[in-house]
């Protein structure tokens, strides 16, 4: 599967908010919590575009989606780096 370009640190980075310095004061202010932001339709339409193509490769790959969705864990005396697969 091939991303696109568009997909690099900056992408994912987030925004840059100028914040008082007074984080009293600010506290304060109102007495209501602030909203937070809304989450931008762009990023949301390009994860439903990613979240598809994976959900197409799982279904091709037989026995995946079992495997995806199976739990397992370790027993007392069981050591994770001593496990051969």
Do not use: C
């Amino acid at each position: 599967m091939q991303l696109d370009e568009k997909f690099t640190d900056s992408y994912f980075a987030k925004s840059t908010k100028t914040r008082s310095r007074d984080a009293e004061s600010e506290f304060f202010e109102d007495g209501k919590p602030k909203a937070k932001e809304a989450y931008p339709e762009a990023k949301a339409a390009d994860q439903k575009t990613l979240d598809k193509a994976i959900v197409d490769s799982v279904k091709k790959t037989e026995n995946l989606a079992k495997y995806l969705k199976a739990s397992w864990g370790l027993t007392k005396g069981q050591y994770p780096h001593q496990l051969a697969f």
